[in-house]
């Protein structure tokens, strides 16, 4: 990136972190989504870019040298990235993810203090292993288990997926507190991915149907770290304060994002069409405003979602609630359908062109990315943890 294609080179403010996103989105990420697309690559130049801009330590608290963004700005961000480039939207997101994590839980230590601070100067990219082979998607168990060894601590993971996990200077992995703990006593251990602490043994490639870029190879993960490495919070409050609240309101962004720029495609089609006979109105027509109407509804949830955890950002109890749990679950299942019926709806604006690959109303990439919504944590298992909620949750819906 040039300071011709791009031309505030470094972001120091929340809004100015959100237009220079849309900057490296249109000038950097969207060039390159179809070749990371086909080639299934990571989005090398876009995240570059974004590191440019200072832009992955948007989320980092300003004490630390970062922006001190809110949810809000973030989410903004994955929006204009995904409206672009659906891959580059979600390594994005995946690493603000970690970010968030680490602001809230990783507790005062020298250690936590010099990661923040690196993460700023150097413009670090987190991973994240907390799926497990033989446990899936049910996060909130783990099979493999910290052991101690003197002042280190050493783990082992079967990792089915660990998006960009090669490209990542640290990897943030769940693991039980000790080797007789129960399954759901966990914490969260930073893996630097330097060959002296942590080894990466793939298992299994990445030719996926749609989010290509993300290069979510399985691993086996073997880490031995200083016990300093493991977060002051148990995994129990980082999943609920933190890691699936920002998880689903800034995937809901993002696959807003895509679904904004399918819908974009279809009303240029429309447009053309109009052009090409006018006074007459295009078959399309009706359709698009069917689907404009859905996005509308797609935009007002998320928007109101990232409002309502945002005004509770620091408030512990109230990310603690059962309501809150409940009201992001929604969020997360809700986004993910509404993405696949908005592109789907917009592939039968476009018709054929929309099907293939070389138009400039193409939507088939964004089909294809829209289907991971819904597996990302699947829909079924968030529903079913909204499940047991709602049988003991008193208050009204
Ligand atoms: C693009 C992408 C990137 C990812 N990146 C990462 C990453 O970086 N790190 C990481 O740790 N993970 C990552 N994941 C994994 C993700 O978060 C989920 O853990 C994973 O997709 C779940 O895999 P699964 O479908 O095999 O497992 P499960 O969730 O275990 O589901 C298996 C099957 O069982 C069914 N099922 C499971 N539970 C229930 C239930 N309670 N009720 C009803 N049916 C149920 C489902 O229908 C599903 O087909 C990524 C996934 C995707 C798609």
């Known amino acids: 990136m040039t300071a011709a294609t791009v031309p505030h080179l470094a972001a120091r403010t929340g809004p100015d ?14 060039p390159a989504a179809t070749h990371v697309d086909r080639e299934s690559r990571f989005p090398s130049e876009a995240i570059a870019a974004l590191r440019e801009a200072r832009l992955m330590s948007a989320l980092v608290p300003i004490r630390f040298g970062g922006l001190g963004c809110s949810i809000v700005q973030v989410a903004e ?4 990235l995904g409206q672009h480039c659906t891959n580059t939207a979600m390594v994005y997101a995946m690493h603000q993810i970690q970010v968030a994590v680490l602001a809230r839980h990783a507790g005062n ?5 010099r990661l923040m601070r690196d993460l700023v100067e150097r413009q670090l990219l987190l991973a994240s292993a907390t799926s497990e082979v033989e446990v899936g998607g049910d996060v909130r168990r783990s099979i493999c288990a910290v052991e101690q060894c003197g002042d280190e601590v050493q783990l082992r993971k079967q990792a089915p997926v660990i998006s960009y996990g090669e490209h990542a200077d640290a990897i943030l992995v769940t693991a039980r507190r000790h080797p007789d703990a129960a399954a759901s ?75 904004t720029d399918a819908v974009n495609r279809a009303r240029a089609f429309v447009r053309d069409a109009a052009r090409r006979k006018p006074g007459t109105m295009p078959p399309g027509a ?12 797609m935009r007002a949830g998320v928007t109101d979602a990232a409002n309502a955890f945002d005004a509770i950002f620091d408030d512990r109890d109230a990310l603690s609630s059962m309501g809150f749990a409940l009201r992001m679950n929604g969020l997360k299942v809700q ?48 529903l079913g943890a909204s499940a047991s909620m709602l049988l003991v949750h008193r208050e009204d819906a």
């Not at 972190?17 to 969207?30: H, I, P, Y």
């Open 77 to 80: 961000i994955c929006d204009v």
């Open 185 to 259: 006593d966990q914490v969260l251990v930073v893996a630097p991915t330097d060959v002296a602490r942590t080894t990466l043994t793939r298992t299994s490639g990445w030719d996926a149907l749609g989010l290509r870029g993300t290069c979510s190879s399985g691993y086996v993960l073997e880490t031995r770290v200083p016990a300093s490495h493991i977060l002051a919070d148990g995994y129990d409050d980082i999943s609920a304060q933190t890691m699936l609240p920002v998880s689903h309101v800034l995937w809901s962004s993002l696959w807003l994002g895509l679904a």
């Open 335 to 382: 986004s993910a359908t509404l993405a696949v019926q908005v592109v789907s709806q917009a592939l039968s604006i476009c018709g054929i062109a929309g099907y293939k690959t070389d138009t400039k109303y193409s939507v088939e990439r964004h089909l294809r990315d829209a289907y991971s919504a819904g597996i990302q944590i699947n829909n079924d298992r968030v």
């Open 17 to 30: 972190a959100v237009a220079l996103a849309g900057q490296v989105a249109r000038a950097v990420a969207g």
């Open 109 to 113: 230590s020298p250690f936590f203090d």
């Open 286 to 297: 009706v359709r698009l405003a069917e689907v404009v109407g859905v996005l509308q509804t």
